[in-house]
């Protein structure tokens, strides 16, 4: 993968490639073939030498030169995505080449750790920290110029006894790990997890310290089951416990939480998600925990949908699921369900959690039981408009009637098909509601033919074969659907063991 440099012929910056060790390949952009599979980057150095050619030799305000030179660079295919797009500021005695904010900030930040100045370094750290929110190419731009370490220094300057310092030094680190997970080492990931053990009763510390966590975690398998090896689990568990009144916290324990149960990592080929769910339920009693924490929520449903949305990423063993109904917490789900229907995101997180516990059999009866088919059919109701509470609704009725017929009975009885189709008829453009519901539909009827004729009266065939036509993903579900419904349908015989072709 070569790196992008760029020559100015007059004010036309044109791209060349160093492959190897820094050779040049004579041939200008894009004609060379080798050229074409190179990652299209330059440097923020050489975007800033673009900007200030612009401004010094073509007379350019500095607003109208970055243009021109965001112009430039993106006509020839390169990415600017990790460069920030502005002048760099000449300090007021000028004695200094222009510098970027954020690395202004770093480097005063720098000198006041090195002087131990814990209140300079706190200005600075709030001007790192606003900087680094800007824009993820500021993030960039410092980690390239050496902020870890530098926050890594601030961060042990704070923690000889600085709290207000070391929330500070924590929310910089937050900050510039977002999206960057790679930045957290050994020593960051110790200081990181030995940090949250020493303050686990400041609900600030914990929150930030907790949002690091998190941000070192999200697509980074590696960081995951080390900070997992190094105890985090409790500490994550235990600061819902602790502070299961304080929002912040709660939120970002729960966050947390499911990014351990992730398997977002591209880079290798099989992560720990399922072992973490187990730890985090077995050994660190996760479900009691997120189960006790909605209690304190009652009127708080951003709080409650985190909280129901982690139970759901946990609910990953029968017998998890049926615990989740052993300490209480259907009865939570559905009354939330029942009561908190005007709150579109959490009744979505709700059926979430109601589909993924229901992968038990047992636990299948008990939600019939509690009376969570009505209400799951109210809410795709209430909610018609939302394709994503209309899939979530149609995928918990799903689960529900499998392989029961005396659920498919509740569920036909209390318009779960005629609230599938008016969904289906609503979201015709959304493959997920229309899988999801050709999938009810088969399983309301693979059981119970005598429901095939009432679903059919209500237009059915014709949604499902639209459904079919529209969506790829659709097709095998909706062939299974109109069979069972005993609709026509054309069965291919893809493979004939003829020659290895395909049958047409």
């Not at 460069?83 to 954020?102: L, N, R």
């Not at 409790?234 to 970002?252: F, K, M, N, Q, Y």
């Not at 949305?309 to 917490?329: H, I, K, P």
């Not at 008990?366 to 909610?383: F, K, L, N, P």
Request: aromatic residues 4%; proline residues 4%.
């Amino acid at each position: 993968m070569g790196s992008l440099t760029a020559r100015p012929p007059g004010n036309s910056w044109v791209l060349f490639s160093k492959v190897g060790l820094g050779a040049s390949v004579g041939h200008l952009w894009p004609h060379t073939e080798e050229l074409k599979m190179a990652s299209k980057r330059i440097t923020q150095e050489t975007f800033d030498a673009a900007v200030r050619e612009n401004i010094e030799e073509f007379e350019m305000g500095p607003e109208e030169a970055v243009k021109e030179a965001v112009k430039q660079f993106e006509s020839q295919g390169v990415d600017l995505s990790n460069i920030v797009k502005m002048t760099p500021k000449v300090s007021a005695d000028g004695a200094q080449e222009p510098i970027h904010d954020i690395l202004q900030a770093l480097d005063d930040l720098q000198e006041s750790v090195a002087h131990s100045h814990p209140q300079e370094a706190s200005a600075h750290l709030a001007r790192f920290c606003e900087q680094c929110k800007q824009h993820k190419a500021c993030r960039f731009l410092a980690a390239e110029k050496g902020a870890y370490p530098i926050l890594l220094a601030t961060w042990k300057l704070a923690a000889a006894g600085d709290p207000g310092l070391l929330i500070q030094a924590l929310n910089a680190l937050s900050a510039l790990t977002e999206g960057q997970p790679d930045l957290l080492d050994t020593q960051g990931l110790q200081l990181l997890v030995a940090t949250l053990a020493r303050n686990a009763d400041s609900a600030n510390v914990t929150s930030s310290g907790i949002r690091c966590v998190r941000h070192a975690c999200l697509k980074h398998e590696q960081n995951r089951q080390s900070l997992v090896k190094a105890g985090v689990l409790p500490l994550l568990t235990g600061a819902i416990s602790r502070h299961r009144h304080c929002a912040d916290v709660v939120r970002e324990a729960c966050w947390a939480l499911r990014v351990m149960t992730f398997d977002d990592d591209i880079r290798v080929p099989f992560g720990h998600a399922h072992d973490h769910a187990k730890m985090i339920v077995q050994e660190n009693g996760g479900l009691k925990v997120l189960i006790e924490a909605a209690k304190a929520f009652p009127d708080n449903p951003s709080i409650l949908s985190e909280l129901c949305s982690t139970l759901s990423r946990l609910a990953v063993r029968n017998e998890f699921c049926q615990e989740v109904v052993d300490l209480g917490g259907l009865n939570v789900l559905v009354a939330l369900l029942a009561d908190c229907n005007d709150h579109q995101d959490l009744v979505k997180q709700v059926l979430s959690a109601l589909r993924a516990i229901a992968g038990n059999d047992d636990v299948k009866d008990a939600i019939v039981r509690a009376g969570g088919t009505e209400s799951i059919v109210a809410a795709m109701t209430r909610h018609l408009a939302s394709p994503q509470v209309c899939e979530q609704s149609c995928a918990a009725l799903c689960v529900l009637a499998l392989r029961k017929p005396e659920n498919s009975r509740v569920i036909m009885e209390g318009g779960g098909a005629l609230a599938a189709l008016q969904a289906m008829k609503a979201h015709p453009q959304e493959a997920g509601v229309q899988k999801q519901a050709c999938m009810l539909i088969r399983n309301l009827v693979a059981r119970r033919q005598a429901f095939s004729q009432p679903i059919l009266d209500l237009g059915a065939e014709a949604l499902i074969s639209q459904a079919r036509a529209a969506h790829r993903d659709c097709e095998d579900v909706a062939k299974a659907a109109l069979r069972d419904l005993g609709c026509h349908v054309e069965l291919r015989e893809l493979w004939t063991g003829q020659k290895g072709n395909l049958a047409p």
